[in-house]
């Protein structure tokens, strides 16, 4: 018996559970997208099992992009709840006297992650509902639910004018965006360009040329040059834009948070006409400023599903944020966010040594997390009240989200939720897939590596493994 054991006993030094090792079809499409044993973390395991079907080096620390959104949203429907709202508030820091407002007129932010034009302009609209048309004094900005960001846009990718790049604000709006409108008149031969909001202080040169093509991949055709300053922007553009392609919209920031505040507040207000006299300044709200209005957000349990769906960075942060703050009863910083949502995986049972939280986005390139430990904490959500909220806000393979395009002819479509995340030399998904014996499974897959860009034929292959099974 001694001997047998000791046989035993060097076989599984020799030969790796099956659990840790990948089938044949999978190590395959690895080595043809140049990826290495070390460059990949598997999870794979049926919700109400206690072991993985896969484990393949899951315990090795990866950065997970944007897969790093499951634990800032399953932690805020946890800890703020579903219903959860955000508000923005408005306050009269003088008389209101026929229409007049003689002073400033405050607003004060509490980190709403989606304030858009139409839900600011109703708001506004609301103001002027309840008596307000002429504005004697400044608009005034409370910023000071969070704390002020010092980061540099362009720090992580030098693309400080990409929208996803913008820095949380507890005055966010709009995601601080200008919309470019591109509309090609065929008859001229022309392409016109328009801005949304279209601030006074938006200069557009446009120098782009009608070129009769297909539309395939446009944006990079073009050429843009901008120049922003704190108050002003200047945009040229040239290149080329297909005919075939019709109107598109393109997305740039331009503006601070507060310039951007003010120009969409004069903008709209006019539109509603209001009159505003002076300037934007910032402070915090003193006791005898007036409440007039409190606009109230979409709830969590909604904006969820645009946080994953779309993957949608910046109210990833917002909500982050959000968490540290509620927690706290305090101006959010990023550190104390970091703080709540560890002793909340504590409180779980979830240590995660090796964890690091950089801004609940995974816009990082020193967040951490393994693929064992992401897998936990999916399978930690399924058992929770909170579960359908977020199992219904990650995209569904071939129907929406980051994942419409991808396995629509295959048998899975429709039968994954699936979180993606992209980085350059990253790629990730994560989340669930109901098999083809009705079993639900998470699946978690973690590359980092120079040929990650090649990884998604593997990837794919590996939710219809996850399927088929």
């Known amino acids: 018996m001694r001997a047998i054991a000791l046989v035993l006993f060097f076989l599984s030094l020799t030969f790796p559970a099956a659990a840790e090792r990948l089938p044949a079809p999978l190590s395959k499409s690895l080595a043809s997208a140049g990826l290495g044993a070390a460059q990949v973390g598997i999870f794979v395991q049926q919700v109400n099992a206690t072991t993985p ?4 080096d899951a315990d090795r620390a990866f950065d997970p992009a944007s897969t790093m959104k499951l634990l800032t949203t399953y932690a805020g429907l946890e800890l703020l709840g579903p219903a959860y709202t955000w508000k923005t508030e408005f306050y009269a820091l003088g008389t209101i006297d026929n229409g007049v407002l003689d002073g400033d007129l405050i607003i004060r932010g509490y980190g709403n992650p989606k304030l858009t034009l139409e839900n600011f302009w109703l708001m506004l609209r609301e103001l002027r509902q309840r008596g307000v048309r002429e504005i004697e004094g400044d608009l005034v900005l409370d910023r000071g639910y969070f704390t002020a960001s010092n980061t540099d846009p362009g720090q992580f990718d030098n693309e400080p004018n990409r929208p996803y790049n913008v820095a949380p604000d507890a005055l966010l ?3 601080n965006s200008v919309r470019l409108l591109f509309i090609p008149d065929t008859e001229k031969q022309t392409i016109n360009v328009t801005a949304d909001p279209l601030a006074a202080d938006i200069e557009i040169i446009n120098g782009l040329r009608l070129v009769d093509e297909p539309c395939g991949e446009w944006s990079p055709k073009l050429v843009a040059n901008i120049q922003a300053t704190a108050k002003s922007a200047r945009i040229l553009l040239n290149g ?4 075939g392609c019709g109107e598109q919209t393109w997305y740039v920031a331009l503006f601070d948070h507060p310039q951007y505040v003010y120009n969409v507040f004069k903008e709209l207000w006019r539109e509603l006409g209001g009159t505003l006299k002076g300037a934007v300044r910032e402070f915090e709200t003193p006791a005898n400023a007036r409440l007039i209005f409190s606009g109230e957000s979409e709830t969590l ?4 599903r645009d946080i ?4 949608n960075n910046v109210m990833a942060r917002q909500l982050f944020l959000t968490i540290g703050a509620e927690a706290a009863q305090s ?6 966010s970091v703080r709540v949502i560890k002793q909340w995986l504590a409180s779980k049972g979830l240590l995660f040594p090796e964890l690091v939280l950089e801004n609940g986005a995974g816009l990082s390139r020193s967040a951490r997390i393994s693929a064992k430990h992401l897998g936990a904490l999916l399978i930690s959500a399924y058992r929770s009240p909170v579960m359908p909220e977020l199992v219904a806000s990650l995209p569904l393979v071939a129907v929406d989200g980051t994942m419409k395009k991808r396995l629509n002819d295959e048998d899975i479509a429709g039968r994954g939720h699936i979180k993606t995340g992209s980085l350059e030399g990253v790629r990730a998904i994560a989340g669930y897939v109901l098999d083809h014996a009705g079993r639900m499974m998470v699946v978690v ?12 034929p ?12």
């Open 173 to 175: 709006l709009n995601f």
């Open 445 to 456: 897959c973690l590359i980092n590596s120079p040929s990650a860009a090649d990884a998604e």
């Open 301 to 304: 349990g909604e904006a969820v």
């Open 53 to 56: 079907v896969l484990n393949y």
């Open 331 to 336: 101006p959010a910083a990023p550190e104390q």
């Open 240 to 243: 080329a834009y297909p005919a």
């Open 458 to 469: 593997f990837e794919n292959q590996l939710l219809q493994w996850v399927y088929r099974r």
């Open 308 to 311: 994953n769906k779309w993957s």
